[in-house]
Every structure is written in C-alpha cells, then in structure tokens.
C-alpha cells in the first residue's frame, strides 16, 4: 500500500497484485494478478457479472480495494484519489456532460487543473482533427450520432495524455457493421498512445480483434490470461474453451470426463464408414444445418450426446451420418469440475 | 372545445378578479353604474404605506427565503443521494415524515421562538420559519433530481480530476437547474402566500407583507367591504409570481439531461 518513491520496480506498465474487492459477503474481484506493458492492449473478458467491470472501477479508483495493489508506472496508486492516478476513462454510456459541447466536454478538465489556454487551445486542435471531430465542436452530445459519440469519448480521454488508459465496453451502444469497421481503427489508436490499456469486453470478437492479450474472468476469478489463439487452442478449462469460439466448442460426454472439439476439426462421412487408424468417431442423425455462405454449420444429434456442431465446406449428403475426430486433438476436461485434464495434447499438432 | 374550457375554468377566477379591480364600486354591489375606473389602483398606490412598500416585503422574505432553503437543502440532497441505501432510506423516511408533520402544530412554539429570539418584527428572520417549512419538501424534490443523474457523470468529472464543489458547480447544478428552478418557485410560491407566521410575527405595518397587508384593507366604514381593493391587490400581488412563472418556464420544462446516455 505504501506509495513511497523508493518502491519503484522499474515496471512501466500497469500491474495487479493479489487485487480484491469483497462487498458485504460477497466477493466481485477475487485475488487478481495480472500485468499489462506500456502500449499493449489487455482485454478483460467475461459474462456480465464476472467482476471485470468491477476490477475496471477499483483500477480506476472509484471503488475502494478490500485488498492487494494496484502500480502504475513502477509505484503502487492504490491509495491515490482517482484525479492522480493519471488515468482516463470510456465509460460504456460514454458519460459525456450532456450540457457542455463537444469542445467544452474535451476542455474542461484541463481548464480546471490550470492548464494554459494557448495550449489547451493546441491539444484541442490536436484531438479534434485526430478523431475527425473539427466540425462538430459547438454541437451538444444529445446532437451526435453514437459513433460520434463514441469518438468524442476517446478524445476526452485522449486529451488528457493519461498514463493509463481504460475502457468499459465502449463499442456496446454501436451497431455490429459500425462495430466492425472500429475495431481496427480503434486498435491503431490505443496502441498509438503507448501507455498500458486495459479493455473490458463481453464479446469475444472485440476481445480477439483488438487485444494483445486476453484475460478471461468468471466470478472474479482470473481463468486464463494469453493470446486469443492461445485461448482458442489451449484453454485451460471448460469455461474457457466454451467462452471463446463460434460456433462454440462441442462437448462430448465420456463417462468422467469431456472432450472438448472444436466445430472445425469433426469431419462428417456416410454413417458406417470406416473409422480411420488414430481417429474416433460417433454416428447420428442429421438434425439441420446452417448455410453461412462460405460454411455449413451442419448439427448431428448423436445418442446420448448433446447436439454436435460440425462446420464443413459441403453440405452433407445424408440424413444418418458419421461425426468423427482425431484423437490427438481432443481436449480432455473434468466432467465435474470443467478442469483441463492432462493427456490431452495441443490439439493442432497431428 | 374541450381545451377552451379547461383555459375558462382556470383563468376565470383571475380574470373576474381584473374585471373588478377596474370597476367602480358602486358597479360592484349591483348598482347600475357603468364605466372604468383606476380608483381601487390609485388609493392601494397612493396609501400610507403605498401597496410597494409590502410587495418590496414579500419579495426580500421570498428572495432570502428561498435563497436560504436552496443553500441547505442542495447539499442535503446531494449527501441523501449519495448516501448506501439502507442510511439513505431512513433518513428520506424521516425527511418524509417531516414534510407531512402538520405546520399548524408549530406556531406557538413559533411564537415564543421569535419572542425569546428577539425575531419578531424583523423581515428577514421570516425566512427562518419559511426555510425550515420548505426545507422537507425541497430536500426530497432535489434529491430525486440528483438521482436521475447517471453516476457515471460524476465519475467521469471525478477521474477528469474534478473536486467535489468543481463537480457541483460544472456538473451537477447545470443539471439539476430545472429541478432548482421548481424547488425555488415553490419556496418562492409559499413564502408569498404565507398568512398566520407572517400575521403574528410582524406588526409594525411598513414590515407586513403582502398577505397580512391585504387583510388590513379596509372600506370607508365598518360595514361596507372593499371588493374593488382587494381586487386590486390580488393583481398586484399575483402578478410578480406570473411573471416569475414566465421567466422560469422554459428552465422548469427543458429537459437538460437528455442524451448523457445513450439515446
């Protein structure tokens, strides 16, 4: 907790130790770690109530920490108001002031702290060209679109040359197609800042399209912190491995235990075929399938299993089938506890 | 048709009462005398002390007042909203419950107040009574207002590095104006149409103000009452809260908080 100079780990970036929040009985961040580099984008993933909104407003201050650190810049902020820890913040509303307009809702705080109007002046100019707003400086919030909007809220945060940059959801009140076309522009201009971002998501294709990392939360417990492909093919448990994918992975029930296949790697053949050597295989019903244009998401319900998912290139050609998979790459999990289970190898090696 | 006689219903009342603050007063008691006259104007006006005098009253006992409720009740309302839940609830309760106590109960204990206080007879001391009547009323006006205000506004003013009288005065007030402008009118509103307070605590007649001032009007004898006064001193005294009303209407309606969320 203390916050004295000598302290300095030398780490720039942003580190969590042992963070936790407990409200009443009830625990929304629980024994967090995790660390984030200057100029890498981490996204914070989850289900709604997963605690990463939660972790979001205790890195920013407007929560109290129960316990651990929070450190910036190789000294630790936990105990700083949220005004000195030199962060900014998107809020999934945006939190624009609704009475000020888009000039004065970038200005204010600077003009608060004392900053020179001549260069205020020049960091306005600065951001507003940057995020393609010149023409919208004298409009009131409730005039813009959502996408505007959206910008104005980066450039708030962007004006204030943070030392941490944060984001809760802030594509969220967009449409898919506007969603889409950010994703790329808003990655250049994160990464462009050079400080640390932490970005909480619910969806995993923000999360894959935008982050360096990815840390998946449930009950506030950190699940898996790695690359999206990491993730995607080295979970290290059920919730992961069904988090993360579409089609979402298949689970295949094996008395104890799970396997875990992935849509892409079952293959169909005619029911009766003969099941190659180092492959298994299960035969069903075809019980309809979803033409994506350049996929078939083709479902099989297999006795005593749940629907199996299977994307091909063909539709397939009759109604009994048989869905079958590579030992090798199997995933194996606890049935019970949705633990990874040893024995099971990266499932992309053959 | 419908909304014609709505207007005539509720505008009637005061167009009766100008209509006979214009009439002569023989007009008045059913003597068939025609035409217009400013006599009732002219004798308020002109009166020892003139009708100014009291309206001058009631707008100083109105403006601090008001000014002296708003002062205590912002801040109470802001702390009530910010407050968990189950304090804020309690407390709302109590404030509550403080609204509905009948004001009737307090005037004696009023009484000795100003007597033991040395209150009596000095304007602005009304504005005591006054504030703490009001004050119920207001603190649970405003602190529904400041709860309409998402919390993340405060929290994006907190983390652009804003103090909390910077919040207040940048953020939250210029967002809470209409809901202020109501509370104050409704202050404004009580503390001019106040009678028994007013009554009992000033007697010196340059310091009434306009209610017990109005009660004061009196005919030429015992016997005859003076229609066409006080139809003249309704208007007069009305017509500064008209005005009022019109001057504040558009912050009263405007609905500032539209778009600060998505919408």
Not at chain 2, 176 to 193: Q, R, T
Request: with cysteine; glycine share 8%.
């Amino acid at each position: 907790m203390s916050g004295s100079i000598s302290d300095d780990d030398g780490f720039k970036g942003l580190e969590l130790r042992q963070l936790s929040r407990r409200v009443d009985n009830h625990t929304l961040v629980d024994q967090l770690s995790l660390t984030v580099a200057a100029g890498e984008i981490l996204a914070v993933l989850g289900p709604s109530g997963c605690g990463k909104s939660s972790t979001l407003r205790l890195i920013a201050g407007l929560d109290p920490v129960s316990s651990g650190d929070i450190r910036l810049g190789g000294r630790s902020i936990t105990a700083l108001p949220p005004a000195e820890r030199q962060v900014a913040m998107v809020f999934q509303s945006y939190a624009l002031f609704p009475h000020l307009s888009v000039e004065r809702n970038l200005s204010l705080g600077l003009e608060l702290r004392g900053v020179d109007k001549a260069e205020i002046k020049r960091e306005l100019d600065q951001v507003l060209t940057l995020m393609q707003l010149e023409g919208l400086r004298q409009r009131k919030p409730a005039e813009l679109s959502g996408g505007q909007r959206q910008r104005v809220a980066l450039a708030r945060a962007l004006i204030r040359r943070p030392a941490l940059f944060l984001l809760d959801e802030p594509m969220s009140n967009l449409d898919a197609q506007l969603r889409d076309n950010l994703r790329a522009e808003l990655r250049t201009l994160l990464r462009s800042t050079g400080v640390p971002v932490v970005y909480v998501t619910h969806d995993q294709h923000e999360a894959m399209g935008l982050a360096d990392r990815i840390a998946v939360l449930r009950e506030g417990r950190l699940q898996q912190l790695g690359s999206a492909e990491t993730l995607y093919r080295d979970p290290a448990n059920r919730f992961v491995a069904r988090f993360l994918g579409s089609p979402s992975i298949n689970l295949i029930e094996r008395g104890a235990t799970q396997l875990g296949l992935r849509p892409e790697l079952l293959e169909l053949a005619d029911a009766g075929s003969a099941v190659p050597a180092g492959w298994e295989a299960l035969e069903g019903q075809l019980s309809h399938s979803e033409w994506l244009g350049d996929r078939v998401i083709t479902h099989v319900q297999c006795p005593g299993q749940a629907t199996l998912k299977v994307l091909s290139r063909e539709a397939p050609a009759s109604e009994t089938l048989q869905v079958r998979w590579r030992k090798s790459q199997a995933l194996h999990f606890d049935a019970r506890s949705g633990e990874r289970l040893p024995g099971s190898s990266d499932p992309h090696t053959v | 048709m419908a909304r014609l006689l709505l207007l005539l219903w509720s505008l009637g009342p005061m167009l009766w009462q100008l209509y006979s603050s214009l009439r002569p007063s023989e007009a008045l008691s059913g003597v068939d005398a025609g035409g217009w006259t400013l006599e009732h104007y002219r004798q308020l006006l002109q009166g020892d002390p003139p009708f100014l005098t009291y309206l001058i009253n009631s707008v100083v006992v109105g403006g601090s007042s008001t000014a002296l409720t708003l002062a205590l009740a912002v801040p109470c309302a802001y702390a009530l909203s910010r407050l968990g839940r189950r304090q804020a609830r309690s407390l709302t309760a109590l404030v509550a419950a403080a609204a509905a106590f009948p004001a009737v109960l307090l005037f004696l204990a009023l009484l000795e107040l100003a007597r033991d206080w040395h209150l009596a007879n000095q304007l602005m001391a009304l504005s005591l009574p006054y504030a703490g009547l009001c004050l119920p009323l207001a603190i649970l006006l405003l602190q529904a207002a400041f709860a309409d205000i998402p919390m993340e506004l405060e929290e994006a003013a907190l983390i652009e590095g804003m103090g909390l009288w910077q919040r207040l005065r940048w953020i939250l007030l210029p967002l809470m104006a209409p809901a202020i402008a109501s509370s104050a009118l409704l202050v404004f509103l009580f503390s001019w149409n106040e009678y028994p307070i007013a009554l009992t605590w000033l007697s010196r007649t340059e310091l009434l103000t306009l209610a017990p001032a109005m009660a004061r009007i009196a005919g030429s004898s015992v016997y005859t009452i003076p229609y066409g006064a006080f139809a003249a001193a309704t208007v007069l005294g009305s017509a500064p809260l008209i005005l009022l009303m019109l001057l504040f209407q558009r912050q009263i309606i405007s609905g500032l908080t539209q778009g600060a969320i998505k919408g």
